[in-house]
């Protein structure tokens, strides 16, 4: 049974046998060679850093990201944040994972008829093919409503993914109005297909971790994949629509360097590639803020999206905690 959860965390508590989940986690040695860890503790209503000093063997052996842990220690400050100093971690067995998972603020039901919605106003070749990838196979629905869309820096909780793919079709539509020139229908379809992979790419029976699919193929080329494949099972799917909605997929993320196998060259992708950008920068933002403890008018950490300390906007609900109280939707 679970007391006591990251966001009620306090300096000087002390800590015995109170499950985690064990977010991430890397190993250094100190200045005389011995072994230790750091990393990051999450449940649903936030993160918490760790250090482990002189970590047994055995540890090693079967702590991995993913798994939920027993944690026994003590909560300090460092800087400027509270941490989490690791005496022993054992394992657990049968955990609950709605307890260490955040989900999403917004209803999965309500997003799933949005999603349904808007599907429905795609013309054709394309509310055909988008409802043959996501709304016909009820087990691939399910995990496309589920997963996340990143693991830290955005939309990182249950249903972030179909969040984040519903804010940007929305944004989409925006754009194709004020803006010339645009295929409305190809950058809905591509807003809502681009990250799909990413249902494949995360484990979330393991907190978040990487699959093998996520890890020896990747959300891109596997959204690529289903969008061939889906096309080859449709009746005379235009071949010059396959391969502009293929170029979205595979440009999305921008530049090379930040793993798009091609940049974007038409319209459409530049602009899918800027909302992605932008719905994720702005989400990230108030991820940060969310999981921020300052009642200052900065947040007391600074954002690893952006680097610095961020402002809270004035009207801000500062006593709310968003991620903490969705149980319902997981």
Same mark, same amino acid.
């Given at each position: 049974?679970?007391?006591?959860?990251?966001?009620?965390?306090?300096?000087g508590?002390?800590?015995e046998?109170?499950?985690f989940?064990l977010h991430?986690?890397?190993? &250094?040695?100190?200045?005389?060679?011995r072994?230790?860890?750091?990393?990051?503790? &999450?449940d649903?209503?936030?993160?918490?850093?760790?250090?482990?000093w002189?970590?047994p063997? @055995?540890? %090693?052996?079967?702590?991995r990201?993913?798994?939920?842990?027993?944690i026994?220690?003590?909560?300090?400050?460092?800087?400027?944040?509270?941490?989490?100093?690791v005496?022993?971690?054992?394992?657990?067995?049968?955990?609950?994972?709605a307890i260490?998972?955040?989900?999403?603020?917004?209803?999965?039901?309500a997003? /799933?008829?949005?999603?349904k919605?808007?599907?429905?106003?795609?013309?054709?070749?394309?509310r055909?093919?988008?409802?043959?990838?996501l709304?016909?196979?009820?087990?691939?629905?399910?995990?496309?409503?589920v997963a996340?869309?990143a693991?830290?820096?955005?939309?990182?909780?249950l249903?972030?993914l179909?969040?984040?793919? /519903?804010?940007?079709?929305?944004l989409?539509?925006? =754009?194709?109005?004020?803006y010339?020139?645009?295929?409305?229908?190809?950058?809905?379809?591509?807003?809502?297909? @681009?990250d799909?992979?990413?249902?494949?790419?995360?484990?979330?029976? +393991?907190?978040?971790?990487?699959?093998?699919?996520?890890?020896?193929?990747?959300h891109?080329?596997?959204a690529?994949v289903?969008?061939?494949?889906?096309?080859?099972?449709?009746?005379? %799917?235009?071949?010059?629509?396959? &391969?502009?909605?293929?170029? =979205?997929?595979?440009?999305?993320?921008?530049?090379l360097?930040?793993?798009?196998?091609t940049?974007?060259k038409?319209?459409?992708?530049i602009?899918?590639?800027?909302?992605?950008? =932008?719905?994720? &920068?702005?989400?990230?933002?108030?991820? @940060?803020?969310?999981?921020?403890?300052?009642?200052d008018?900065?947040?007391? +950490?600074?954002?690893?999206? %952006?680097?610095?300390?961020?402002?809270?906007?004035?009207?801000?609900?500062?006593?709310?905690?968003?991620?903490?109280?969705?149980?319902?939707?997981?």
């Open positions: 049974m679970k007391k006591t959860f990251v966001a009620e965390l306090q300096a508590q002390l800590l046998h109170e499950p989940l991430d986690a890397i190993t &250094r040695k100190t200045k005389d060679g072994d230790y860890m750091l990393g990051n503790l &999450r649903k209503t936030g993160l918490v850093g760790f250090v482990y002189d970590v063997e @055995h540890i %090693f052996r079967w702590a990201a993913g798994e939920i842990v027993l026994t220690g003590r909560a300090n400050n460092y800087k400027d944040s509270v941490q989490i100093t005496t022993d971690v054992n394992e657990c067995l049968n955990p609950d994972l260490f998972l955040p989900a999403s603020p917004r209803p999965r039901e997003m /799933l008829a949005e999603l919605d808007i599907t429905g106003l795609l013309a054709e070749p394309w055909t093919l988008v409802t043959h990838i709304l016909s196979n009820n087990t691939f629905l399910h995990q496309f409503s996340p869309a693991r830290k820096m955005h939309h990182a909780y249903g972030g179909l969040e984040h793919s /519903l804010s940007m079709a929305n989409a539509h925006t =754009l194709s109005d004020h010339p020139h645009v295929n409305r229908d190809l950058l809905v379809a591509g807003a809502l297909l @681009h799909m992979g990413k249902a494949l790419e995360y484990d979330v029976t +393991k907190g978040f971790a990487f699959s093998d699919d996520g890890r020896l193929v990747g891109i080329v596997r690529v289903m969008i061939e494949q889906a096309a080859s099972q449709l009746e005379d %799917f235009p071949e010059a629509d396959l &391969r502009q909605l293929v170029h =979205l997929v595979t440009s999305h993320h921008g530049t360097e930040w793993g798009s196998p940049t974007p038409t319209l459409e992708a602009l899918l590639h800027q909302i992605d950008l =932008l719905d994720s &920068r702005v989400q990230g933002y108030f991820d @940060h803020l969310n999981d921020d403890a300052s009642q008018n900065w947040t007391a +950490k600074s954002s690893p999206m %952006f680097g610095t300390e961020l402002r809270y906007p004035d009207d801000y609900p500062r006593s709310s905690q968003p991620l903490a109280n969705n149980a319902e939707n997981e």
